[in-house]
């Protein structure tokens, strides 16, 4: 087993795009790190060039130790898993799963002995003799895991392995995953561009945009501690409400001001870096359910609550969903689908709208006012040029 490290790694295709800027990266013995963003961010570029199917146009790439920039993929000692993981119509799931082994001209006895291991690790011990066309969806799924356990590699690499699957059976199976890699404890670099897979799956997340590693910690830091704005908003759903606001006041008494609203936040810290940004313009974050309606939240000070409209109402059974307008600029973050979208504040007044996430016990009504208590404690405050977490 083994660790991998990436070190400024760029990718430059032949036709000059540039898919990853200086991406590093180290991943532990033994970890489960996730690479999530969105869609043409660069992270099949990034797996496919530790796998070494994409050359490595500056930077350096070690696992285990070793530097294997030139190294021949087949040589790198890694297991790929693809979203496209075309297993062989005609032969049994024995065969299928065993089949780099033969080409590898292991032993029979050898090949056989792999294969019914991983087939027990992966309850597949009786569907040996079976084709892939009387599997199920999931089955097949770990047919192709069993390929890449056999090989007993070093490291995993999956692009993306559950989006053929069906929304169930992609939960069944991001659990069964996880817990699989846990028990093997080789280390692995999984893609996905679904945060909610990515959150529950990885020991760390990497967050990738534009080719750009934004963050790398766990989920919960992430999800607690953003770096920037854009990791903000990718994680999390609903997604984080950003602001264009500001904050006034002092630092006794500041004030966060979302549009018309003004809310009280807590006396700023000697030497807390949002002191340099009284009175200047920022973003303000707000996660969904640090808004509560103030029929639950009886308690909440006068001097934090926002009112609005119900403009959409979601019931979950767990919880409602409330969609609301708010007069204040709404900050829009610039991802690798958007190319096109302008980055900073909303122009359009249709999209400053903001969610909440009440309890489901709130009496909120389609089309009624609804008054929330905010906890402004858990603001998020990012740079409005950067767009950089103050803390
Ligand atoms: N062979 C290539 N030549 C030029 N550009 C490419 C090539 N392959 C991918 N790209 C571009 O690189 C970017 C990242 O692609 P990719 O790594 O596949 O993204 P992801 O897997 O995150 O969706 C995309 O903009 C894509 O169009
Ligand atoms: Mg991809």
């Known amino acids: ?14 036709n000059g795009f540039q898919a990853t800027y200086d991406i590093s990266l180290d991943v ?11 869609s043409g961010c660069g992270k099949s570029t990034a797996l496919r060039m530790i796998a070494g199917l994409e050359d490595i146009s500056s930077g350096k790439l070690t696992i285990g130790g070793r530097v294997v920039n030139d190294v021949e993929p087949k040589d790198r000692d890694i297991a790929m898993v693809f979203q496209n993981y075309a297993l062989y119509p ?35 011990t009786d569907q040996l003799d079976r084709k892939p066309g009387q599997l199920s969806g999931g089955q097949r799924q770990r047919v192709a895991m069993g390929r890449a356990i056999v090989r007993q590699p070093s490291a995993f690499l999956m692009d993306e392995p559950l989006s053929n699957l069906d929304a169930k059976l992609r939960v069944a199976m991001r ?85 018309a609203e003004r809310i009280s936040i807590d006396p700023l810290a000697e030497g807390s870096a949002l002191r340099e940004h009284l009175n200047t313009d920022l973003v ?8 509560e309606d103030v029929v639950i939240a009886v308690d909440a000070p006068a001097d934090r609550q926002i009112t609005a409209t119900a403009r959409l109402v979601e019931s979950l059974g767990s919880e409602i969903i409330v969609h609301f307008p708010m007069d204040a600029p ?32 709130s009496p909120v009504r389609n089309g009624a006012e609804i008054t929330m208590a905010v906890d402004s404690s858990r603001f998020h405050y990012f740079d409005l040029a950067t767009g950089n977490a103050i803390r």
């Open 175 to 259: 659990a069964e995953i996880a817990a699989l890699q846990h028990d093997l404890g080789v280390t692995t670099v999984y893609v996905t561009h679904d945060q909610v897979e990515a959150m529950t799956m990885g020991d760390r997340v990497a967050v990738l945009n534009k080719g750009y590693l934004m963050q790398v910690d766990t989920p919960q830091d992430l999800y607690d501690r953003p770096d920037n704005v854009f990791v903000a908003g990718f994680i999390g759903s609903p997604s984080m409400n950003l602001v264009a606001g500001r904050l006034e006041g002092t630092p006794e008494a500041p004030v966060a001001v979302l549009g």
């Open 90 to 124: 005609h032969m049994t799931v024995a065969d299928n799963i065993g089949f780099a082994l033969k080409l590898a001209r292991l032993p029979k006895t050898e090949i056989s002995e792999r294969v019914n291991k991983a087939a027990a690790i992966l309850d597949l």
């Open 330 to 361: 709404q900050y829009i973050v610039e991802d690798a689908i958007d190319d096109d979208a302008e980055k900073g504040l909303g122009k359009d007044e249709e999209t400053d709208v903001y969610v909440a996430r009440l309890s489901p016990r």
């Open 1 to 14: 087993m083994a660790g991998l490290t990436l070190e400024n790694i760029n990718k430059i295709y032949p």
């Open 284 to 291: 303000i974050g707000l996660r969904p359910e640090d808004l």
């Open 28 to 38: 532990e013995d033994g970890e489960f790190l996730v690479l999530v963003g969105p």
